[in-house]
C-alpha cells in the first residue's frame, strides 16, 4: 500500500488541528509503516494559493507546520514528508491532466460551489482547477489508498475518474498509466469546540486566545485556559445522554477522551458526579502532561530554520524520485 496525504499548511496551530488532524496523521504513519506500508505526507501550499494570500505568511506557515508535524510525532524517516512547491512534478502533471478532466466533472464539485460563491467571476482559475491538482497529487505517486473525510469523497472520486478516463484514451489494459487510488476512512477525528463558547469550532481565527490551547502555550497558560474555560454549574453526569444540551461539558469531557485515548463513557465513569472544581484540574493535568513533550519540540524546531528546510529538501527530493517515473509515462502517452 502507498498511502498519500495532504494538509494546508496554517499557522497558529492549536489544541483543535492536533486532536482533529495532526495526530491522525501520526496514527497512520504509525500503523501503516509497522506493516512495510509507504505514507506519503505532503504541506499543500500550491493549493493554497487558489485563495488571496500572504506569500510571506505562507513560507512562514508551511514550516511552521512543518515544526508542529514533527513535534507531534511524524517522523521524516519514517513517512515522505515534503511539499508541494518542491515537487515541481505536481503542476506538471496537473497541466496533463488538465487535457482530461472534463468542464462539467468540475462544475458539479460541491467545494468550488460554496467556496466561489456567488462570485463565480472573481474566483481564481486555480480555485476551479483544484481538485485536478489534488488528482495530480495523488495518482502522481501511484497512490493505493488515500485518508477522505466526508467533504473529500468528491475529490477523490474525480482523481478515479481521470485516472480511469486518461488510462482508457492514453494506455492499454495491461499497462494502465496510473493507479485508481481507494479512499480508507481515516480514525474518528475529534471536533474540538471553542474554550469560551461550546457552540464555536475552536479556531485560530477566534479573536480570544482563551478560546482556544495552542500548541505554544506553556503549562501554566494551559491550566489557566481550562480553569477558566466556560462550563455551567451542574456535575458532570455519569452518562453519556447527560451531557446532551451541555456543549460546553462535553467539549470538554470529549478533549479528556480524545487526550487520553479512552471513551466519553470511561471519562465519565470516572468523573460522573463531580463537578468541575475536580474536573478541569484533572483535564488541565492530562493536557500539560501530553503536550509538554510536544510543546518543547514545537517550540525549538519552528526556530531551526534550518532544520526545517533540512527535513522539506530530503522529503522532496525523495518524493521526486517517485514521481518523475510516473510523469514522464504520461508525457511519452500523449505523445509528448
Ligand atoms: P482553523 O479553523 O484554526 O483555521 P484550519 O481550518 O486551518 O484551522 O484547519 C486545519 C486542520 O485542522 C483541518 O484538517 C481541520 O479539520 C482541523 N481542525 C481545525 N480546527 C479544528 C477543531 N476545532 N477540531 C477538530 N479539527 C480541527
Ligand atoms: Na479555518
Redesign the pocket.
Known sequence: MRIVSG??P?G?L????Y????RNWVRMQDEFTAQGHECLYFLADLHAISMPHTPADLAANTREMVAALVACGIDPDKSILFNQAQVPQHAELQWLLNGTARMGWLNRMTQWKDKAGKNREGASVALFTYPVLQAADVLLYQATHVPV?EDQKQHLELARDIAQKFNNDFATEAAPVFTLPDPIIPPE?????SLRDGSG?????DPSDMSRINLTDDADTIMTKIKKAKTDPEPLPSEKAGLEGRPEAANLVGIYAAMAGTSIEAVLGEFGGSGFGRFKPALGELLVDRLAPINARFVDLRQDRAALDTILAKGASRARALAVPTLERAYAALGL
Do not use: D, E, P, V
Open positions: 494538509i494546508q496554517t497558529n492549536h489544541l483543535g488541528n486532536l482533529g488532524a495532526i473525510g477525528a475529534a471536533r474540538i469546540m469550532k475552536m479556531s485560530k481565527s
